[in-house]
């Protein structure tokens, strides 16, 4: 399924007065005038707590598909299609750069821990079990034509979280810890469900043991770390490094034209991703890093200018993407093909969609409390564990499905001509719009009753590590002795702790620590960022950063 078969552009020679197909036409203003809607519906209900634009644009999708249906006399129409190319191509880049150039770093990589175990160990256990379930339940309910390999597959495929709905429905300062592990976790988790997809796909179902799940685990952790260091790479070697960062600091490249400096910024990003998907990598963890990395050093070198203009252009592009997969999602849920070829009674359906939900709610739940569990064992603090009532939230944050469960869905299921692979498809698409309209409608009162009443003011993220004072106390830098810590009862010297011990002790805090050291001495000297913001005749230089 191309994009062509999505938004079909042809071109005619014939007399008309546009040299653009009609069908073209109609989609796109279609299209723009149901974003537009959205804005302003969005706009209005900004404030309340029930309802957020991503259920709005799913809802208000669905009433144009209605529409488009009651138009064209119950007959399907190439609007309603959904493309996992378009969606993977252009809309999901714009969406997982700007999160990773929006995020507060040093909330993410402070609970980089829990969001690595929840998306890595956290998704293989949901795949296991979901992949399990279905292939117990699915035969007692009447689906007897699927095979080991789907049942894998609809183990991957519900296993995809919806990182999109979770910026919609939490807060990034409100709530600086859930957004950051939930959506930490559904980045990594997009990522990790893609892999294990693709390694479902490319598995010989006549020689499944012992070997082939571990097949799965190793490539799954090599594309992981490849995709990491190669996201870090890119946006280093073009976009921080040679192109982007190391040129407009060092030659002014572009310094006087903002056009310039936000085109490269942008282009590069987009290369990364692409980059990656032709090496087979995970763009999506390529892309975000690369965000991240482009905050940290680029963002620091281009004109004040441009710095509005990205910061504001980025979260611009991403918003009018989130906003067009909702739409795209609920109009495509009304394609009547897709509902006419899975012959399914409606008992059946809601027997299918029920227990895929069923096991995606179990799936969450058996790795939610127990990895929690595990890590509150070796946290020190009481403040840094996570109580129950953070992991409920966790747990009920995390159901929601989205527009990569269905492309997924679509790339497995939509080329087999049976009725049971239409009726997965048709159940996949009511467990995401349930779970987005009632889950995500519900989040935000819920963690306001859970967690926000009564609460005591968040700290800010530039205090949020007192503990790194404390730690610098241990160590001795320059071999200085008078900043040697002394024994009171002794009044000798205390010795020195040595960096493993540190590193087992507060892995976090001296990892930052060093890394911190690293980059001021060696990285943000040659790549800029903040503080190291080259000064330039007639042009802004962003003194607050530089002072702060």
Known sequence: MGISDSIPVHFSLSSSSSILDVSTVVAITVFVTLLCACIVIGHLIEENRWANESITALLLGLVAGLVVLLISKGHSSQ???????????????????????????????????????????????SFCLISLGVGLLFKRIGVTTLDIKDYLA???????????????????DDTPFLYSAIFGEGVVNDATSIVLFNSVQSLNISNIDALAALKLLGTFLYLFFSSTALGIALSMAFQVGLLSAFGIKTLYFGRHSTDREVAIMMLL???????????????????FFCGIVMSHYTWHNVTES???????????????????????VG??????????????????????????????????????????????????KDSDKIIFKQQFIMWWAGLMRGAVTI????????????????????????????STVVFGSMTKPLIEAVLLRNAKPTVSDATDSPSLEDLRLLFLENGDPVGDPVDEGSNQPVRKRSS??????????????????????????????????????????GAADETS
């Open 79 to 125: 609007i309603l299609t959904f493309s996992e190319e378009l969606f993977f191509i252009y809309l999901l880049p714009p969406i997982i750069f700007n999160a990773g150039f929006q995020v507060k770093k040093k909330q993410f990589f402070k609970n980089i821990s829990i969001i690595l175990m929840f998306g890595i160990i956290g998704t293989i256990i």
């Open 269 to 287: 990003a987009y290369l990364s991703y692409m980059v990656a998907e032709v090496l087979n990598l995970s763009g999506i963890l390529t892309v």
């Open 154 to 172: 609809i183990g991957a495929i519900l296993s995809a979280t919806d990182s999109v709905c979770t910026l919609q429905v939490l807060n990034q």
């Open 500 to 541: 493993l011990r540190l590193l087992m002790a507060n892995p976090t805090s001296t990892v930052h620590y060093f890394w911190r050291k690293f980059d001021d001495r060696f990285m943000r000297p040659v790549f800029g960022g903040r503080g190291f913001v080259p000064f330039v005749p007639c042009s802004p230089t």
């Open 306 to 328: 441009s710095r509005v203009t990205t910061k504001h252009g980025f979260a611009t592009i991403s918003f009018i993407c989130e906003t067009f997969i909702f739409l795209y």
């Open 331 to 380: 109009m495509d849920a009304l394609d009547v093909d897709k509902w006419t070829a899975s012959e399914a009674s409606p008992l059946t359906s809601v027997a299918v969609s029920s227990t895929l939900f069923g096991m995606v709610l179990v799936g969450r739940a058996a790795f939610v409390y127990p990895l929690v569990n595990i890590y509150n064992c070796f946290a020190k």
């Open 407 to 434: 492309a997924l869905s679509y790339n497995k299921f939509s080329d087999d001509s049976s009725s049971e692979s239409a009726l997965m498809i048709t159940s996949t698409i009511i467990v995401v719009l349930f």
